[in-house]
């Protein structure tokens, strides 16, 4: 817009990191067509020249497009924008001419830079909508009018929240708004230069706090990386100038290591027979700046990458395993974002090499196609809409094969984000859960046991899976399996994790207001929030029992918690004529190995030796006193099951353990916390050898969800 443009011949920050970039030819290079080249005199038949090299560009990706559209675009745009000028004092047809520009070398469609072209049109001058829909289509104009609606948003502090809750709302349906509302807010911040130095750093912020991590979960790099870098310049001079420094000290070298281990890595794989392009990618400012941080001084190897091309899926892991063989890998770096793909789409294998001298440059490996959405992200998977014809027609020869193509217009994270911002109660709290979410930088892939995926936010739990996986209905899941072993829901999940979420049957299941300790996800805390508004009576648990007491058990009826400690006739001490007994901390049974302690009155209590009152007596410079299990097979111990909330659980629970042939002695049950209970059990075994064969049954019983033996501390 022109309340953002200022003089486009200020230098931009980023200048520097533009020119080393150009050395690399595979990274998108949006800066370095500047005025001359938008307004040039190279004819193009019947194309104005303005828009020749937007017409070059579009032909690179899209070699048989038809340009007539964005021909009338342009003849549309130019009149109605003529007689406007920016801030600079330039022609106001040289922004959407450039933020075009910007879409075309990122490989976006035909229908997307026809709508770039005109998308300042409706708002800025006398141009109606349902003129865009008669002239150039329904599908133009809905992107114009959706570009529109954002380009009315207010960034102010107080109408922020609603206002971006619309901008979601009109993106949704279809990114290609936000991918030209990106290019829109990128020329503007290459041009930012004249502008007050407080509306530079209120643009600055907004764009890292909100447009840098969108363009993060399209996948759009090349645009991600350039705004980086120039909000940085805007918000942190002086680490910008230091990192820029660093830049230049490093161009100015002799010698370039990542030049040395490139040629080392494209003898390797020609030794390999295998077709690959190996390239070095310069990190931009921000990279450096973060890599410094990480590492303190920077060596040659750490101002780039290399970059390995290859033709097929295939050939990727080959480069991969050559380069292992032949080269001393850093395995800790190795990711393989081929088999499980970011959030945003991104595939490459990364890896990292190292040289005698202890240089280590990191490697990134991938087909072309993956490069080409790497930094183009949603833009280069072209029209969605398009017939399934139309788009082989379209797209080019490294596009895949077999016809498949992922929807650009509601990725995973999107439609999670539309989802719970329909479901939020009130406009401050889907402010709070988005920029909580924006803020995640990083995103896990789960599995399911059915072969599914979830996308979660790192430090995501069982919580958030729940919802997740089955919206407002996970209200009613009681525990988790992850990978086979059951967990509490407030198990934090990692990458490759797979979970199995445990769904109560009890329709009138009630969330627990522990839950948001535990949820990360907008999902899973506006669910939550939402059901605890609607039961302000409520306190989200399920119903507490009476405080910890022994609970009657009808197997066991008549019979009282017994605390006293145990004689043991079938241990045998080294002190004849001593009384022994069990200690009741660790409850020792055959075959434990055991120690004893002479207390008081001549008694040898006797321990498992990897109970705690062992190092406790030890400490205390107490002697041992040995002790050996006699012929004597009975057994009395303890053991707490940790289980899940449910109703006739315990009724379940002390019949598996009668038909062990187990007399259970005392029970107590804990109050529920997290919907988890706590139970535990003495119990009279016939014979110790039965005692394994019990703990299963006990652990076999639904809600149940470990079994183990009472360690007092």
């Avoid at 988005?434 to 599995?447: G, H, K, P, S």
Wanted: with cysteine.
């Amino acid at each position: 817009m022109s309340a953002e443009a200022t003089n486009p011949a200020t230098p931009g920050p980023a200048a520097p990191a533009a020119a080393v970039r150009r050395k690399a030819r595979p990274r998108i290079d949006l800066r370095r067509l500047g005025r001359a080249a938008l307004l040039g005199n190279a004819a193009r038949g019947r194309l104005p020249d303005a828009i020749g090299h937007v017409a070059e560009a579009h032909r690179a990706h899209y070699p048989d497009a038809d340009l007539e559209p964005l021909r009338r675009a342009y003849v549309l745009a130019e009149s109605s924008h003529r007689g406007q000028m920016r801030k600079s004092g330039e022609p106001y047809i040289t922004h959407p001419l450039a933020v075009t520009l910007i879409l075309a070398e990122l490989g976006a469609e035909t229908t997307t830079l026809t709508a770039s072209l005109l998308h300042d049109t409706v708002e800025d001058t006398d141009v109606t909508l349902d003129q865009v829909r008669e002239q150039f289509g329904e599908e133009v104009r809905y992107l114009v009018d959706g570009v529109t609606k954002l380009e009315k948003v207010d960034y102010g502090a107080a109408a922020e929240p609603e206002t971006f809750r619309k901008m979601l709302v009109a993106t949704g349906s279809d990114v290609r708004v936000m991918s030209i509302k990106l290019a829109d807010r990128l020329h503007n911040m290459r041009t930012l230069g004249v502008m007050r130095r407080e509306k530079q750093e209120r643009i600055a912020k907004v764009t890292r706090d909100v447009l840098i991590p969108l363009a993060e979960r399209l996948g759009v790099q090349a645009l991600k990386t350039e705004l980086e870098d120039l909000v940085f310049a805007i918000l942190h001079p002086e680490e910008y100038e230091h990192t820029r420094e660093l830049i230049a000290e490093n161009a100015a070298r002799a010698d370039d290591p990542l030049a040395g281990i490139a040629d080392e890595v494209r003898g390797v794989l020609r030794e390999a027979d295998i077709p690959a392009e190996v390239l070095i990618r310069p990190r931009h400012f921000v990279s450096v700046h973060r890599v410094s941080r990480k590492r303190g001084e920077l060596r040659g190897a750490d101002f780039g990458r290399l970059l390995v091309l290859v033709n097929e899926d295939a050939d990727c892991y080959a480069v991969l395993g050559e380069l292992h063989t032949c080269m001393t890998p850093v395995v800790s770096e190795f990711k393989d974002f081929i088999a499980v793909p970011k959030f945003n789409l991104y595939q490459s294998l990364h890896t990292a090499v190292a040289r005698a001298d202890g240089q280590v440059a990191e490697v990134l490996i991938r087909t072309h196609q993956m490069h080409k959405v790497a930094e183009a992200g949603v833009v280069a998977l072209g029209n969605p809409y398009a017939p399934a014809a139309d788009v082989a027609a379209a797209e080019t020869a490294d596009a895949p094969a077999d016809g498949e193509r992922a929807d650009p217009t509601r990725p995973g994270w999107l439609s999670r984000l539309l989802d719970w911002q329909k479901a939020a109660p009130d406009t401050d709290t889907f402010w709070s859960t988005l920029r909580e979410d924006l803020a995640q930088d990083r995103e896990i892939t789960v599995f399911r046991p059915d072969g599914g995926t979830l996308g979660l936010p790192e430090g995501a739990t069982c919580v958030d899976a729940a919802y997740a996986q089955y919206g407002e209905d996970a209200h009613a899941c009681i525990g988790a399996r992850v990978n086979g072993r059951l967990a509490t829901l407030s198990t934090v999940l990692k990458d490759g994790d797979t979970v199995q979420l445990l769904m109560g049957q009890d329709p009138a299941s009630e969330p627990s207001r522990e839950w948001l300790e535990h949820a990360h996800t907008p999902a899973a805390r506006i669910a939550i929030q939402r059901w605890l508004a609607a039961h302000p009576d409520s306190t989200g648990e399920p119903p507490a029992p009476a405080p910890s007491r022994p609970v009657p058990d009808p197997l066991v009826s008549g019979t009282a918690p017994s605390t006293a400690p145990r004689t043991a006739n079938a241990v045998i001490p080294d002190r004849p004529g001593a009384t022994v007994r069990l200690a009741g901390c660790c409850t020792p049974v055959p075959p434990d190995e055991v120690t004893g302690f002479a207390v008081r009155g001549g008694v040898v209590t006797v321990h498992r030796v990897e109970c705690a009152s062992v190092a406790h007596m030890k400490g205390t410079g107490r002697p041992e006193v040995a002790v050996t299990w006699g012929d004597s097979t009975a057994c009395r111990v303890t053991l707490v099951a940790e289980s899940f909330g449910r109703p006739h659980l315990l009724a379940d629970l002390t019949e598996a353990m009668a038909q062990e042939g187990a007399e259970i002695v005392s029970a107590t049950v804990e109050p529920p916390s997290q919907q988890r209970v706590r139970h535990t059990y003495t119990v009279e075994l016939p014979d110790a050898a039965h005692l394994p064969a019990l703990m299963r049954a006990m652990r076999n019983v639904p809600g149940v969800y470990d079994v183990g033996r009472a360690q007092h501390q």
